[in-house]
């Protein structure tokens, strides 16, 4: 019940400091959906014009099947592409091991036609290996 009160307060007052447009929902699609919008934004202000961005950092691969694809595709219209991860998190993967889009071991291959696309490369290895 605190954290109802404490964290839109919070944010609240980091909005209103200037510090940038926050919001008070930190489920874990919601911080997906923030990552993307801020590679979307440091794109826009870079300047870059692509059909395909290739970015890395969030831990979270995708576009994923099930991903709405407004969410993968920057203002200018580029569609972004997240690496993934090779570090195993176990507050990020949970329970979910191979299931989660933050299992580690994928790469994105990118070729002269075509867009990219993620390959999870470790997925023939069992998985005690892989969470420790």
Do not use: C, K, M
């Not at 400091?17 to 826009?44: H, K, Y």
């Not at 709405?68 to 195993?88: K, Q, R």
């Not at 002269?112 to 023939?124: A, F, H, I, S, W």
């Amino acid at each position: 019940a605190l954290e109802r009160v404490l964290i839109p307060g919070a944010v609240g007052a980091i909005n209103l400091a200037g510090l940038g447009q926050f919001r008070p929902d930190l489920s874990g699609a919601e911080l997906r959906r923030a990552g993307l919008r801020a590679i979307g934004e440091a794109v826009s202000r870079l300047g870059v014009e692509a059909n395909h961005i290739v970015f890395g950092h969030t831990h979270r691969q995708g576009p994923l099947r099930g991903d709405a694809p407004h969410e993968w595709t920057t203002p200018s219209g580029a569609t972004l592409h997240n690496t993934g991860s090779w570090v195993t998190e176990p507050w990020l993967v949970r329970g979910d091991g191979r299931a989660s889009p933050y299992w580690p071991g994928n790469v994105t291959i990118v070729e002269d036609v075509g867009p990219p696309r993620l390959e999870r490369v470790l997925d023939t290895l069992p998985d005690s290996p892989l969470r420790q």
